[in-house]
């Protein structure tokens, strides 16, 4: 299952006899290398201890709306930014009929209300429990709401009756969990991302660049490959690890980055441009490191205008559907909107670096989509949730 790898997996455990598996649940996520937090019911703390999750997950367990200690005191929104996805395993007859219409009266509700990534349960209880029409109803209300029902199973209950209620054992429950990270909606098409910044020698020693984490790239990159497109990913020198199951490309300057891009671009059928690309480079690239003068108080380089990647894509008669970034301090979308005619893109994401919180270094980021014809905000969210966004919407437009 290594769609679930490095996935901020929320595991939701409510108060039935089947909470023992949730042990097992956060053991299993955590060999497959996801990051686990655990919201507890207050009924299930009689079934499962909190300490026994703890020390499985590695992380503080979270019970209570009102804590204090959570950022603004909002542990229901910071846990839903972090979430990537939400399980609740097991997930009691209870639960189920205040998630269904829709209640936010404990932590683990309301944290499903602010979510809005995908969200799976694993149903446990007696066989006339589930059997029951209001449970159905409820279920089926669910399901109506894009709920991904895990279960329940049939079998012998702990109750002593047989029949169909009994949770799913967990391998099966996070089997089936793992296809939420598994869109399908890029299989068989081929994307090309680039990343990062690009470095443009001065010196030996000295060097013009762009400010780029690489995150969002990397970001959109995974996201990609897991809509099942196949991924080449060109990267400027970041901090960041290669991401896994995609072709790598390391790379330094604009130059490299486009003969890159050229190799790679046969049958790509998505191409996105996220790198930061040194508009221009020095003229000439000094052999040694140039020395201090004392005498002068100033030097002055001159630059040349660089390759234009963008363009060099766009501009082939068999293109693919091209995505560019326009990082703007000022008039962000009309700017953008300039660059997505002059470079003849099919959509620009618009971002405003001039903002802290959002943009270059930070985890978090806010867009505009920008198309020939229309433009969709996409609000702050994290760059993984964002990049699931834009992956999302390349894919019902290409
Ligand atoms: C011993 C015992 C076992 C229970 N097992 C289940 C169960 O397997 N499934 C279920 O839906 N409810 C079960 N319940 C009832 C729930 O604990 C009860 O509805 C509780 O309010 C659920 O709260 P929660 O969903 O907020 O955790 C059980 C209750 C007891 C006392």
């Known amino acids: 299952m290594k769609s679930l790898q490095n996935k901020n997996i929320l595991l939701g455990v409510t108060g039935g006899i089947a909470a023992y598996k949730s042990a097992e649940i956060v053991r299993s996520l955590k060999k497959m290398n996801a990051d686990v937090r655990v919201v507890m019911t207050k009924s299930s703390h009689e079934f499962v201890t909190p300490l026994t999750l703890q020390a499985l997950s590695a992380n503080p367990i979270s019970s209570d709306l009102l804590d204090i200690n959570a950022e603004a005191a909002m542990s229901h929104i910071e846990l839903a930014r972090w979430a990537d996805a939400l399980l609740i395993a097991p997930c009691t007859a209870e639960t189920i009929s205040r998630l269904?219409?829709?209640?936010?009266?404990?932590?683990?509700?309301?944290?499903?209300?602010?979510?809005?990534?995908?969200?799976?349960?694993?149903?446990?209880?007696?066989?006339?429990?589930?059997?029951?029409?209001?449970?159905?109803?409820?279920?089926?209300?669910?399901?109506?709401?894009?709920?991904?029902?895990?279960g329940p199973g049939t079998g012998e209950q702990?109750?002593?009756?047989?029949?169909?209620?009994?949770?799913?054992?967990?391998?099966?429950?996070?089997?089936?969990?793992?296809?939420?990270?598994?869109?399908?909606?890029?299989?068989?098409?081929?994307?090309?991302?680039?990343?990062?910044?690009?470095?443009e020698p001065i010196d030996p020693v000295r060097y013009l660049t762009n400010r780029s984490s690489g995150k969002m790239g990397y970001a959109l990159a995974n996201a990609a490959l897991e809509a099942g497109?196949?991924?080449?990913?060109?990267?400027?020198?970041?901090?960041?690890?290669?991401?896994?199951?995609?072709h790598f490309v390391s790379v330094r300057t604009?130059?490299?980055?486009?003969?890159?891009?050229?190799?790679?671009?046969?049958?790509?059928?998505?191409?996105?441009?996220?790198?930061?690309?040194?508009?221009?480079?020095?003229?000439?690239?000094?052999k040694n490191k140039i020395k201090k003068d004392k005498g002068?108080?100033?030097?002055s380089f001159e630059l040349e205008?660089?390759?234009?990647?963008?363009?060099?894509?766009s501009s082939q008669t068999k293109r693919p559907f091209v995505v560019g970034f326009a990082a703007e301090t000022q008039d962000v979308i009309k700017n953008a909107r300039e660059k997505l005619?002059?470079?003849?893109?099919?959509?620009?994401?618009?971002?405003?670096?001039?903002?802290?919180?959002?943009?270059?270094?930070?985890?978090?980021?806010?867009?505009?989509?920008?198309t020939p014809r229309d433009d969709y905000f996409i609000s702050k969210n994290s760059k993984k949730a964002i990049s699931k966004k834009i992956i999302d919407f390349i894919s019902e437009v290409i």
Request: aromatic share 4%.
């Open 100 to 150: 269904a219409s829709g209640r936010g009266d404990d932590l683990l509700t309301t944290i499903t209300l602010a979510f809005d990534g995908p969200i799976a349960i694993a149903p446990a209880m007696n066989q006339a429990m589930w059997r029951d029409s209001r449970t159905q109803d409820n279920v089926s209300k669910l399901v109506a709401n894009n709920t991904l029902i895990c």
């Open 229 to 246: 497109a196949e991924v080449v990913l060109i990267s400027g020198p970041t901090d960041l690890n290669a991401p896994e199951h995609l």
């Open 341 to 370: 005619g002059s470079k003849n893109l099919d959509l620009i994401i618009a971002n405003d670096v001039s903002k802290t919180d959002i943009g270059f270094d930070s985890e978090e980021n806010e867009v505009t989509l920008i």
């Open 158 to 199: 702990a109750c002593g009756d047989v029949g169909i209620g009994r949770m799913l054992e967990p391998e099966e429950v996070l089997n089936i969990f793992s296809s939420l990270f598994k869109s399908g909606k890029l299989i068989s098409k081929k994307v090309v991302v680039t990343a990062g910044p690009t470095q």
């Open 296 to 299: 002068k108080k100033s030097i």
């Open 254 to 286: 604009a130059k490299e980055m486009h003969e890159a891009v050229q190799h790679h671009l046969n049958s790509t059928d998505i191409f996105i441009g996220s790198a930061a690309v040194s508009d221009y480079k020095p003229s000439k690239e000094y």
């Open 305 to 313: 205008e660089n390759i234009d990647i963008l363009k060099g894509v």
